[in-house]
Structure formats: structure tokens, C-alpha cells
């Protein structure tokens, strides 16, 4: 009983990390942006998309989608 009542506390708190995640990944890809970094055009649009697609998913509540688009972003800025 004990175990599945720390799986379920892990569980709730674990959504509530992630939310706090996005905004910093958030933060650091707009540091990044803020240098000019050499990328070509394409993958320009590609981090901005990415960008304003975790944003928007971080709203939504999605926070593990939110972060996937941010740390592919964050690939393409090499941070």
C-alpha cells in the first residue's frame, strides 16, 4: 500500500516539474537566439517553430510534449 501511494505522489509531482522546466528551456533558447548563432535560414525557422510550439504546449498543459519540441530546438542551437 505504502509503494503505490509514493508511485502516485511521484506521479502528481512529477508533471508539476516538468511545467517548471519549460520556461527555463524557454529562457535558454532565447538566450541563445539573442547571440546570432550561425544556422542556415531553414533551421532558423525550424528553432523558432519549435520555440512557439513548446510554448504553446507548455500552456496547454502538455509539458512532456512542450519539452520534447524545446530540447529539439535546443539541438539545433547546440546548447
Same mark, same amino acid.
Given at each position: 500500500?505504502?509503494? +503505490? =501511494?509514493? $508511485?502516485? *505522489?511521484? $506521479? &502528481?509531482?512529477?508533471? %508539476?516539474? $516538468?511545467?517548471?522546466? *519549460?520556461?527555463?528551456?524557454?529562457? !535558454? @533558447?532565447? &538566450?541563445?537566439?539573442?547571440?546570432?548563432?550561425? /544556422?542556415? &535560414? %531553414?533551421?532558423?525557422? #525550424? +528553432? !523558432?517553430? /519549435?520555440?512557439?510550439?513548446?510554448?504553446? =504546449?507548455?500552456? !496547454?498543459?502538455?509539458?512532456? &510534449?512542450?519539452? #520534447?519540441?524545446?530540447?529539439? !530546438?535546443?539541438?539545433? =542551437? +547546440? @546548447?
Amino acid at each position: 500500500m505504502k509503494n +503505490v =501511494l509514493l $508511485l502516485t *505522489c511521484a $506521479l &502528481a509531482f512529477s508533471g %508539476a516539474a $516538468l511545467a517548471h522546466g *519549460c520556461p527555463g528551456e524557454m529562457r !535558454a @533558447i532565447d &538566450a541563445k537566439l539573442e547571440t546570432k548563432p550561425a /544556422l542556415s &535560414a %531553414a533551421d532558423q525557422e #525550424k +528553432v !523558432a517553430a /519549435l520555440r512557439a510550439d513548446g510554448e504553446r =504546449l507548455h500552456k !496547454a498543459g502538455d509539458h512532456g &510534449a512542450s519539452m #520534447k519540441a524545446l530540447g529539439d !530546438a535546443k539541438k539545433l =542551437l +547546440v @546548447i
